[in-house]
């Protein structure tokens, strides 16, 4: 899906959709991992 696909289907604009992947990559960094073992 492209982003004009995004923007048409759900109705946003671009800095709408560039503001959630900054957040998203944000929380992403923020995230920390933890094994569980095997």
Avoid: F, K, R
Wanted: net charge negative.
């Amino acid at each position: 899906m492209s982003l004009e696909d995004v923007m048409q289907e759900y109705e946003l604009t671009a800095e709408q959709i560039q503001a959630a992947l900054v957040y998203a990559a944000t929380l992403v960094a923020q995230t920390e991992v933890v094994p569980l073992g095997e």
